[in-house]
Nanobody
Framework: VQLVESGGGLVQPGGSLRLTCVAH????????MGWFRQAPGKERELVAS??????TNYADSVKGRSAISRDNRGSTYLQMNNLESGDTAVYYC???????????WGQGVQVTVSS
């Protein structure tokens, strides 16, 4: 199983980014896909998740500024708008199959919000 993230980088406050996660080697259509983030000195936290039935869930800190989506071919997206310095973190893609004994992580992508 491999999750490959892309789309991170440096963006100014108020700007936008779109993160992409491409999944390989798993039954993508059965997995709940999520984006997590970890800032320096902080615990990893959920940003957003999307169930196979397209039900979504967002952290309060990004509600109204972010949108998670997925296709049927293995890609998951996180659109982030009106970015703030507090959004600076390493963002990780997660795949959660129906069996809770398994979970998969990408390598992470850095997002830095700074002027």
């Amino acid at each position: 199983v491999q999750l490959v993230e892309s789309g991170g980088g440096l963006v100014q406050p108020g700007g936008s980014l779109r993160l992409t996660c491409v999944a390989h080697g798993l039954m993508f259509t059965t997995c709940t896909m999520g984006w997590f983030r970890q800032a320096p000195g902080k615990e990893r936290e959920l940003v957003a998740s999307i169930h196979p039935n397209r039900t979504t869930n967002y952290a309060d800190s990004v509600k109204g500024r972010s949108a998670i989506s997925r296709d049927n071919r293995g890609s998951t997206y996180l659109q982030m708008n009106n970015l703030e310095s507090g959004d600076t973190a390493v963002y990780y893609c997660n795949a959660q199959p129906p069996n809770p004994a398994y979970t998969y992580w990408g390598q992470g992508v850095q997002v830095t919000v700074s002027s």
